[in-house]
């Protein structure tokens, strides 16, 4: 099994990176054959450019639509910021996800050229759980709908349950071993 892991997320020493740390240890000890595009690693251009909209990609999309086509399943992971993914992820779906490739005018959702390929998003929220259980505003699920449904599923791909770590500059050293934990046991169970 393939998978490609796009991580999102410019802090080296953060929770956010101690979860990219276990996620890869786990799939690789388990046999997956695993790409990471780190996209801030590469400095990936998020910029959707005029030119690419026309079909002339540029070689970094280029390689990562090749990377995208070898993978069965994908790993979006990035911290939440401002209720969604960093920009630089968002331009990496707007230049990977590409027409033509990923959709076109026929072929979309059940007939997405993507089909048969699963995704799932892993992130790091703020606060605790009951905070955003607190108020429907809140409510993660909303947050996720674009990700889940206007990006995978929207390409022909399966959405998986995601993986959230709920406020971990408050969790204690114990709390965080048992969210990388938890988070090994996700990825073996539903990839």
């Not at 240890?25 to 251009?45: H, I, K, P, Q, T």
């Not at 990006?151 to 204690?172: E, N």
Request: overall charge negative; some cysteine.
């Amino acid at each position: 099994m393939k998978v490609l892991y796009v991580y999102a997320n410019p802090k080296p020493r953060s929770f956010n990176s101690a979860l990219l740390e276990a996620g890869l240890r786990a799939l690789e000890d388990a046999g997956y054959e695993v790409e990471l595009s780190d996209l801030y690693a590469m400095g990936f251009d998020p910029v959707l450019s005029a030119a690419e909209i026309t079909g002339q990609m540029r070689p970094d999309a280029r390689s990562e639509i090749e990377k995208l086509r070898r993978a069965d399943r994908l790993i979006l992971q990035f911290p939440d910021w401002w209720y969604g993914p960093p920009a630089v992820l968002k331009g990496w779906i707007d230049r990977v996800m590409a027409y033509g490739f990923a959709y076109d005018d026929t072929h979309e959702f059940e007939t997405g050229f993507l089909r048969g390929k699963k995704g799932l998003v892993v992130m790091t929220v703020g606060y605790a759980a009951d905070y955003y259980a607190a108020a429907p505003q809140r409510d993660l699920a909303h947050l996720l709908e674009p990700l889940h449904y206007g990006t995978f599923a929207f390409v022909g791909m399966q959405p998986l349950p995601p993986f959230i770590a709920y406020g971990p500059r408050y969790m204690s050293e114990e709390e965080r071993k048992a969210c990388l934990e938890a988070y090994a046991r996700h990825l073996l169970e539903w990839l």
